[in-house]
């Protein structure tokens, strides 16, 4: 079983940074896959970013690609997602995820575990 903790949300202005970051639990992290998605009020749950159980795989929604980078240190069971350049429409709650298969697949059923999830506003 794993256990999900994402931090770094917070108010920022157009064009600014934020990094979030999922820490997890579990001894067999290292072998998840991780999503990043995110749920804006009123709208559905998207996937945004998913990276493989070693880091060399990753893939990104078009909405997000060139704008945000996921990656991974395993020694530290942790998962970062860096958002630059952000933008209003990026705001949201953001949730990591780990689905079993390893791969950090864009579809959301396939994730079993999920972290309570960090706000994200972008306002000027």
């Known amino acids: 079983q794993v256990q999900l903790v994402e931090s770094g949300g917070g108010l920022v202005q157009p064009g600014g940074s934020l990094r979030l970051s999922c820490a997890a639990s579990g001894r067999t992290f290292s072998s998840y896959g991780i999503g990043w998605f995110r749920q804006a009020p009123g709208k559905e749950r998207e996937f945004v970013a998913g990276?493989?159980?070693?880091?060399?795989?990753?893939n990104y929604a078009d909405s997000v690609k060139g704008r945000f980078t996921i990656s991974r240190d395993n020694a530290k069971n942790t998962v970062y997602l860096q958002m630059n350049s952000l933008k209003p429409e990026d705001t949201a709650v953001y949730y990591c995820a780990a689905e079993a298969g390893g791969w950090g697949l864009p579809t959301s059923n396939k994730y079993a575990y999920w972290g309570q999830g960090t706000q994200v506003t972008v306002s000027s």
């Open positions: 990276i493989n159980w070693i880091g060399s795989s990753r």
